[in-house]
C-alpha cells in the first residue's frame, strides 16, 4: 500500500530536549515536505527536499532542522524546541515531472500528522 | 509572496443540498495550481480537486467541482448533493512551480464544514 508514515502520532515533550520525527514513504516520490498546522493559520510549509541530498527553506524554518540522506526519509528534527513549536505537524511526499514553465505537480500524499506539545 | 484567503471560517449544509466554499488569491504569477484539499476528524490530508491555471476549464471530480475565476483570483468548491461524510475541515492551497523544480506551496487558514443529518 502506498504511503507516508509518521512517528510518533503523539508526542509530549519539555523545552530543550531534542527531538526527531521521523517521515517514510514508499513511493519513490522525489519531493517531500514538511509542514506545521496551526489553528485559523491553515498549513504552512517548514522544509521541503527536491531529493537526496538538497533541502530547502519553507516559510517558517526557524527552529527546525531537515535532512535527506535517503529517497524515502526525511526525518524533522528540533534541536531545542519552545512551546511555540507545539502544533500538528504533517509530512508530505509526490513525484516531480519537469515541465515547460517548472514542475508539474502531482498528488500530495500526507502522513497521518503528529501531534507535538512542548511544555 | 502568495497568500490564500478562505473568508469563511465555518458552514453547515443540510444532507443531500448544495453548498460552495469560497477561497481567494492573490498571485502575480501566470502559471500556477490550485488544489482544494479536505481533512477530516481522522486528521488525514485528502486532495479533492485540483486546477491548473491556464486551464480555463473548470475541474470536476463526482460530487465536487470548483468555479475557476482567473481575473478575479477566485476559486470556490461546490460540494453537490452532500454527504455526512463530508463533514470536514476544507483547505484552499496556491502551488506555484519552480524551474529548479521546488514547489512553493501555500495553504488557506480553512473553512469548517459540517453536514446536518
Known amino acids: 500500500e502506498a504511503q507516508v508514515t509518521q512517528n510518533p502520532r503523539y508526542l509530549i515533550t519539555v523545552t530543550g530536549k531534542k527531538l526527531t520525527v521521523t517521515c517514510s514513504q514508499n513511493?519513490?516520490?522525489?519531493?517531500m515536505s514538511w509542514y506545521r498546522q496551526d489553528p485559523g493559520l491553515g498549513l504552512r510549509q517548514i522544509y521541503y527536499?527536491?531529493?537526496?541530498?538538497?533541502?530547502d527553506k519553507g516559510d517558517v524554518p526557524e527552529g527546525y532542522k531537515v535532512s535527506r540522506k535517503e529517497k524515502r526519509n526525511f526525518p524533522l528534527i528540533l534541536e531545542s524546541p519552545s512551546p511555540n513549536q507545539t502544533s500538528l505537524y504533517f509530512c508530505a511526499s509526490s513525484r516531480r515531472t519537469p515541465g515547460l514553465a517548472g514542475v508539474i505537480p502531482d498528488t500530495q500524499y500526507f502522513g497521518p500528522g503528529t501531534r507535538l506539545t512542548v511544555l | 509572496a502568495q497568500t490564500v484567503t478562505q473568508s469563511q471560517p465555518e458552514m453547515s449544509v443540510q444532507e443531500a443540498e448544495t453548498v460552495t466554499l469560497s477561497c481567494t488569491y492573490d498571485t502575480s504569477e501566470n502559471n500556477y495550481y490550485l488544489f482544494w484539499y479536505k481533512q477530516p476528524p481522522s486528521r488525514q490530508m485528502i486532495l479533492v480537486i485540483r486546477q491548473e491555471a491556464y486551464k480555463q476549464q473548470n475541474a470536476t471530480e463526482n460530487r465536487f467541482s470548483v468555479n475557476f475565476q482567473k481575473a478575479a483570483k477566485s476559486f470556490s468548491l461546490k460540494i453537490s448533493d452532500s454527504q455526512l461524510g463530508d463533514t470536514a475541515m476544507y483547505f484552499c492551497?496556491?502551488?506555484?512551480?519552480?524551474?529548479?523544480?521546488?514547489?512553493?506551496?501555500?495553504f488557506g487558514p480553512g473553512t469548517r464544514l459540517s453536514v446536518l443529518p
Open positions: 513511493m519513490n516520490h522525489e519531493y
Open positions: 492551497a496556491f502551488m506555484k512551480p519552480r524551474l529548479d523544480y521546488g514547489q512553493n506551496f501555500v
Open positions: 527536499s527536491m531529493n537526496v541530498e538538497v533541502t
